[in-house]
């Protein structure tokens, strides 16, 4: 079944940090990029970080230096982690994770970060 489930988040404190986890589960993601994502409330879904099928990463700037992606190839399934570091208030969202260019698969639940000041 091709889904994507995402895991890991929580209630920190500032300053603090988490490690999410995607499950990306299907044959299709393994050569395609794949991103995490965020929604804050009432704003619209944002990508923050993406990695390539060959490693390479991109961050939004609000997180370069405290967010890490990295990524595991199994056999049918993509391991996605997001580490973050040096948490604020404003990276309070629900975290997703996604293939940009298999946009047919549902979006997971998500995993919920909250970070209190």
């Known amino acids: 079944q091709v889904q994507l489930v995402e895991s890991g988040g929580g209630l920190v404190h500032a300053g603090e940090s988490l490690r999410l986890s995607c499950a990306a589960s299907?044959?299709?993601?393994?050569?395609?990029?794949m991103g995490w994502y965020r929604q804050l409330p009432g704003k619209r879904r944002e990508l923050v970080a993406l990695?390539?099928?060959?490693?390479?990463?991109?961050?939004v700037d609000s997180v370069k230096g405290r967010f890490t992606i990295s990524r595991d190839n199994a056999e049918n399934t993509v391991y996605l982690h997001l580490q973050m570091n040096s948490l604020k208030p404003e990276d309070t969202a629900v975290y997703y994770c996604?293939?940009?260019?298999?946009?047919?698969?549902?979006w997971g639940p998500g995993t919920q970060v909250t970070v209190s000041s």
């Open positions: 299907g044959s299709v993601f393994s050569g395609n990029d």
């Open positions: 996604r293939a940009p260019g298999v946009p047919e698969v549902p």
């Open positions: 990695i390539t099928s060959a490693g390479r990463t991109n961050y």
